[in-house]
Every structure is written in structure tokens, then in C-alpha cells.
T-cell receptor, first 111, second 114 residues
């Protein structure tokens, strides 16, 4: 099955710093999603981004489908950005669900 | 619009017991997927239900089973619990369309097997 790899596994930032999280996937996909998991376990949808670039406030994401990777940018990080960031791609060639997740990047933002 | 809800929040069981976890889909959604998230790992797909029928399954043994009801709520049943079943169990609902469905996750049930 498709493999999803995320890097780095852990990241510690000073508040206000910028960061880039990377997601590589082993096969062509028709969908890619980024999630943030808060300390209580809730997964929150950040981006649905099969290709191109999207921005939402201090967060933006870029997917280069032909090269099988996606990047999540966090600018001016805040302590509330702490948590685990996952990227996920469809489990099957058809449809967008269910999903295969990477192991995540654990982000800690320090005041 | 009501989001995805799960119950119970936490659960402690002993090895060999059986457990049932419940999920209420987001209003208007007809598809439910269940995931298991072990500590330090990403969620892993268990199975998916669409219109009350199992629509596909990940690499989990038959002692993991499920149901989806006419109101699209769902149950995950695990028999003969093992210590490795300790995990956060997440359900996610979506509305099946022509391939643009997006999943929304519930808060999860944290299961501890002693």
C-alpha cells in the first residue's frame, strides 16, 4: 500500500519563529490532507490540497503532486500551534476516504 | 450543525473482555470510518461503513467488527481484548459524493487494556 513519511518527527520552536513540515508519499494521489491533533486528541482539518498552494492565516500548504510531496508552512508560530501535525492520503485509488496517515510531526512552541 | 461525537471518552478493560465504542456522524453524512491510533503513531484505518454496509477494511483481525445504523451512527466492537488494543479510537464521518468527500473526526475514545 501507499506509504506516507513525515519530517522532522519532532520540532521545538521559539514563539514567533517560522517552520516547514514535509510530507512525502510513495504513489500518485488524488487528494492530500493536513491535520492538527491537539493535546486532547482531536484531529482538526487544516487543508485539503491535492495540488497547488493554499493559505489560511498564518498557515499555508503546497503540494507538488508530480514529485510526490507536500509542505506545510507555519509562520509567526504561537504556543497554541503546539501539537502533532499529520498529513494523509487516500487509502484506495478511488475516492478520498478512508485515509493513510504519516507518523506525524510533533511541534512544541515555547514562549 | 452537530459535529461527530463519540462515547465513552475513556474506558478501561481487562485482557479477554469485549468492548463496544459508539460514534454519531455529523449531520447529513452517510459514511463512517474507524481508526486506531497507538501512542506516538498516526491513525490506522480499521474499516469503513457506507449506507449500513462494510465498504472496506484495513489490516485488522476479524475480532474487530462494526455496525452502521439507519441514522448513520456506528459502533466498533472488539472481542477478546489484547494489551496491544490499548489506543485512541477515532471515528470520522463524511458524505460520499463523486470523490470529493472530506472526513471530519470525532474526539476519540481512549481505551486502556490491563
Amino acid at each position: 500500500g501507499i506509504q506516507v513519511e513525515q519530517s522532522p518527527p519532532d520540532l521545538i520552536l521559539q514563539e514567533g519563529a517560522n517552520s516547514t513540515l514535509r510530507c512525502n508519499f510513495s504513489d500518485s494521489v488524488n487528494n492530500l490532507q493536513w491535520f492538527h491533533q491537539n493535546p486532547w486528541g482531536q484531529l482538526i482539518n487544516l487543508f485539503y490540497i491535492p495540488s497547488g498552494t493554499k493559505q489560511n492565516g498564518r498557515l499555508s500548504a503546497t503540494t507538488v503532486a508530480t514529485e510526490r510531496y507536500s509542505l506545510l508552512y507555519i509562520s509567526s508560530s504561537q504556543t497554541t500551534d503546539s501539537g502533532v501535525y499529520f498529513c494523509a492520503v487516500p487509502y484506495w485509488a478511488r475516492g478520498n476516504t478512508p485515509l493513510v496517515f504519516g507518523k506525524g510531526t510533533r511541534l512544541s512552541v515555547i514562549a | 450543525e452537530t459535529g461527530v461525537t463519540q462515547s465513552p471518552t475513556h474506558l478501561i478493560k481487562t485482557r479477554g473482555q469485549q468492548v463496544t465504542l459508539r460514534c454519531s456522524s455529523q449531520s447529513g453524512h452517510n459514511t463512517v470510518s474507524w481508526y486506531q491510533q497507538a501512542l506516538g503513531q498516526g491513525p490506522q484505518f480499521i474499516f469503513q461503513y457506507y449506507r449500513e454496509e462494510e465498504n472496506g477494511r484495513g489490516n485488522f483481525p476479524p475480532r474487530f467488527s462494526g455496525l452502521q445504523f439507519p441514522n448513520y451512527s456506528s459502533e466498533l466492537n472488539v472481542n477478546a481484548l489484547e494489551l496491544d488494543d490499548s489506543a485512541l479510537y477515532l471515528c470520522a464521518s463524511s458524505f460520499r459524493t463523486s470523490g470529493t468527500d472530506t472526513q471530519y473526526f470525532g474526539p476519540g475514545t481512549r481505551l486502556t487494556v490491563l
